[in-house]
């Protein structure tokens, strides 16, 4: 019987071979080479868009105009389209400064906020969603990282808000407010959620303490701080046990840990021989040069802004306090600074696209008429082919060791 079966084994391997060497040449064994598989295969290919808004920088329309632009990253950062926005002044129907830029894979959308209102935009239909004009304006916003919804401060418009200025908790899908939240800082201003979604972190211009909130009961649990001086941009590293904020009147920045709310070290570029002019009537006004920080998305780095100087300070974040490295010079003053997902490129608000590995500027964000784009609001999403988010980035620059 055993050489009955291995016969029958025999016979069938030699009606096999038989069988594909007559054959084979004529049958298809890819089984994604078919139109229909490939068509659906290429649909998953994913690209990398930084998306910018424009007029991020005030309400200068003449540094990129009004809009939603896109550039291809994997392409030189070309120039791609300018998407249709909302965002216009009641008063005049001219286009409103943009003040913050988010996104979610949740929603497939990208929101934008300007003095006024916060719209949400379609990012497979590139429609303007909804628009919405919240109490007290809306200011540089944040979303939860499972992109479900976003706190978005009040704008602080004068002296006489202080102490009620707030943020809305926010409904990403529907827009609606769900819980108005009063953490008893003057100047509701810049916001980051924390990586795992748990705390929120709040700060304000006119403030030289920080508010941190629970996401899930949304209330404030402690301050951080009190800094040196009002907190103004900042960025967090991904563990959420260090902040690293710029404050009025400082070239440089000041490091906190979250968990104590102690202020630990202060660093000042002037240590480093670069002057810091402190002119009250500048750009963004308070004495205030360093207006930008961010760290490497592996957070060795800290990259610190010099509005004075025309520069980018870049600092050693692998040993504490951090130490000076380099410099790379702008063709003029920086008002703010992000990071590509890979750590490969880094974008200060000048447009001026920089590697960070080299320190070499590679290029410079141009619009359809061949203008230079500037901007502070703009975050890195990453698309397939049929227009789905399945990756974004983050306007701060925050850190993406622990990812």
Known sequence: MKAKHNFFQILLAG???????????????????TPAEQETEDAQEVNRYLYVAVPGMSNYLDRGGHGLLVFDIDDGHRFVKRIATAGLKRVDGTPSNVKGI????????VYISNLETMQRIDLETEEVVWEYQYTGGADRMAMLPDGDEIYVPSFPRNRSYMMTEHWHVVDAESGDVLETIFPGISGS???????DGKEVYMAALRDNLMA???????TITRKIGPFSAPVRPFTINSAQTLVYANVNRLLGFEIADLKTGEVLHRIDVEDEGFDAKLDEGKFHGGGLPSHGIGLTPDETEVWVVDEDNHALHVYDNTVMPPVYKTTVELNHEPHWVTFGLDGKYVYPSTGQVIEIETREIVAQLTDEHGVSVESEKMVEIHLTADGKAVRVGDQF?????AE
Do not use: E, M
């Not at 988010?102 to 959308?109: G, I």
């Open 189 to 195: 201003h810049n916001t980051i959620y924390g990586p």
């Open 397 to 401: 620059g925050i850190g993406r060791a």
């Open 212 to 218: 941190v909130a629970d996401t899930d009961s949304r």
């Open 102 to 109: 988010t996104a979610s894979t949740a929603t497939n959308s």
């Open 15 to 33: 009606c096999l071979a038989i069988w594909f060497t007559a054959f084979a040449p004529f049958v298809n064994f890819d089984t994604k080479s």
